[in-house]
């Protein structure tokens, strides 16, 4: 593993680690990941159990004869109860509860009786990996700890997928290294004892969307009351996101409920039609003891700014790239009045919304119900009428919609999001400027992926849901990354477990109606967020934003592909794309069919500045 990234300080939001069995092989295979920078907690052998770097404040630990149990990242636990679960353990599966329980966002790993587990959040934000290094299974927090410690590179086939738009469930999960595989989420990895042996365990499953919106709102905000706790407590300064919409200024308001000393940061948008500003002064105005910050919108950076600087060491790509100059532009400053921690709302659209995805199911269980509904989802989106009805009457099973999907690659986007929006999600596809061997390699692994993909919940509706929000993750733990190494942690309660499941066991038809905009989360705000700043009924779009930026930074996407590391692989085509780029307004890039490219290109450029074959995360 390779030093910290050169500025970069660890902290909140940047604990990364690898974890090893209790084995003498384990602790030979340990001096791969030993570096005069990184920490080590030992087993009670003496030997290595984790070796990464972490901050005090962001760990808890409790031992007891024959077990350990270690949380890194934000966990609500009272240690106490954390030492109180260890002295008790009789087997790791209790570990399951314990999990399903906590508040925050966190790693949790245990041993006992030599056995070792290791697991991340259900929602996908802090996610494992593990790879057989020395002859034993090693995991880890980041996937290119292990490549790294391999010495393996990137795979050409798994990078292939990655060029599609948009990777569908199970093929996001993967790693993109060789050698180096991936734990789904709602499984946490078993290593045995002596360190040849790996299973997964199965610990969280959605729940089952039965309660009302009046029975659900309390549940959902004590979620995220708590949420914001966890990272409010130690009081200080923290910052946080108040763009104007419902789900920052709810994480406001509750913020400004805790003795932390609050500053509100607004980005108003380009768009002189955008009410953002004017919601969140109306918000600020309502929380006097809170320092509003509002910067200038003429200030803020653009969609594909800064793309050829790019050089953060992340473990896979993200189309975070586009937006990371946006993300991160106030965090110094904020972190310059003593902010501890930036919240943000993000995450808030994927649990506080659902999918119209639900209502495939309730047209078949109440079809009254379902077509009053439909129709005003008609007129909201727009939806054609015919293709309306045929989504509704596609009843494939997700292996043959993937199946199918990987037939039609190259076929057109669907004209309406209608397909998208009643069906298991979006059909991937494959763009013009991409090659027969990426068709080739990506076909492939849809196909096979088809032969065995179970989707993520029997109800289409459920699994858009859980999709959705696993595929924001993805994102958001890379900005994390970026965000410290920018000198400012960021969190996202949202994100949290507890809030994902709070939300999702509200009914999806009070979750998703086309007559009220957030319906569950306005109810679970009522009392927290005045009634005036809960009547907000839409969101700003900033698709101004993203066309001025396609169009000023249209140079560097000429300087990306030139000398195109995806070129050199044979994935694209580089003329295609240089022709693309001296065009930004041709149709269909304001629908970011160019992101998972640039995605792609963005993060191979940045592994070609890293010291060597597989360089870790900062």
């Not at 680690?17 to 052998?45: G, I, K, M, N």
């Not at 509860?97 to 070792?116: E, I, K, N, W, Y």
């Not at 949202?494 to 709070?502: G, H, P, Q, S």
């Amino acid at each position: 593993m390779s030093d910290m990234h050169e500025s970069a300080e660890p902290g909140r939001g940047d604990a990364h680690f690898a974890v090893f069995p209790d084995c003498e092989e384990a602790a030979a295979a340990a001096r791969f990941f030993r570096q005069p920078a990184t920490r080590v907690l030992t087993h009670a052998s003496g030997r290595p159990w984790l070796i990464g770097h972490w901050s005090d404040t962001e760990i808890m630990t409790a031992r007891a004869p024959g077990t350990a149990l270690a949380a890194i990242g934000w966990c609500g636990a009272d240690p106490q109860h954390l030492q109180r679960r260890a002295a008790r353990m009789r087997d790791l599966t209790e570990v399951d509860a314990l999990a399903r329980f906590l508040p925050g966002s966190f790693h949790l790993v245990a041993t006992h009786d030599g056995q070792l587990r290791v697991q991340g959040t259900a929602s996908g934000l802090r996610l494992v990996f593990h790879a057989r290094i020395g002859g034993v299974h090693v995991a880890a927090t980041s996937a290119d700890l292990l490549a790294a410690a391999l010495g393996s590179r990137p795979d050409t086939g798994r990078l292939a997928v990655r060029l599609l738009w948009p990777v569908p469930h199970p093929l996001y999960e993967t790693s993109v290294w060789e050698g180096v595989d991936a734990v789904s989420p709602e499984d946490a990895l078993i290593v045995s004892a002596d360190g040849q042996r790996v299973r997964r365990s199965r610990w969280w499953r959605l729940p089952e969307p039965t309660l009302t919106l009046a029975r659900g709102a309390p549940a959902v905000r004590e979620a995220l009351a708590e949420a914001v706790d966890v990272r409010t407590r130690p009081a200080g300064v923290v910052s946080c996101d108040l763009s104007g919409g419902l789900d920052s200024t709810s994480v406001c308001f509750l913020a400004a409920r805790s003795s932390a000393s609050v500053v509100a940061a607004t980005w108003p948008g380009r768009d002189p039609a955008d009410a953002d500003l004017a919601w969140a002064r109306q918000a600020a105005d309502h929380m006097p003891k809170v320092d509003h910050v509002v910067w200038d919108a003429d200030a803020s950076a653009l969609v594909y700014s800064d793309l050829l600087g790019i050089d953060d060491l992340l473990d896979e790509p993200t189309i975070g790239v586009m937006d990371r100059s946006r993300v991160l532009q106030q965090l110094p400053w904020l972190a310059a009045r003593g902010s501890r921690v930036h919240l943000t709302g993000i995450g808030g659209d994927h649990v506080a919304w659902c999918s119209e995805a639900y209502y495939h199911r309730l047209l078949r269980t109440r079809p009254l119900f379902a077509l009053h509904q439909l129709r005003g989802f008609r007129a909201l989106w727009n939806w054609p009428l015919g293709e309306t009805a045929r989504a509704l009457a596609d009843a494939r099973s997700y292996p043959h919609w993937l199946a199918d999907s990987a037939r039609r690659l190259r076929a057109p986007m669907p004209e309406s999001s209608v397909t998208g929006s009643l069906g298991w999600g979006m059909p991937p596809r494959l763009f013009p400027w991409m090659t027969a061997e990426t068709e080739r390699l990506a076909r492939g692994a849809l196909l096979a992926s088809a032969a065995r993909a179970e989707p993520l919940h029997r109800d289409r509706g459920l699994h858009t849901d859980l999709e959705l929000i696993r595929t924001c993750t993805r994102i958001i733990r890379q900005w994390e990354r970026m965000a410290t190494r920018a000198g400012l942690p960021m969190a996202s309660p949202y994100l949290d477990d507890r809030v994902i499941e709070a939300c999702l066991a509200v009914r999806p038809d009070e979750r998703v109606t086309p007559w009220q905009y957030k319906p569950l989360l306005t109810e679970a705000m009522r009392g927290v967020v005045p009634d005036e700043c809960l009547r907000r009924t839409n969101k700003a779009e900033a698709s101004m934003d993203a066309s001025d930026g396609l169009r000023r930074h249209r140079g560097d996407l000429m300087t990306l592909w030139t000398d195109s590391r995806l070129e050199r692989l044979g994935l694209v085509d580089g003329g295609e794309l240089r022709r693309l780029a001296q065009r930004p307004s041709a149709p269909g890039l304001r629908d970011a069919i160019l992101y998972s490219t640039i995605a792609c290109e963005v993060w191979l450029r940045a592994r070609d500045r890293a010291p060597g074959p597989g360089s870790a995360v900062g």
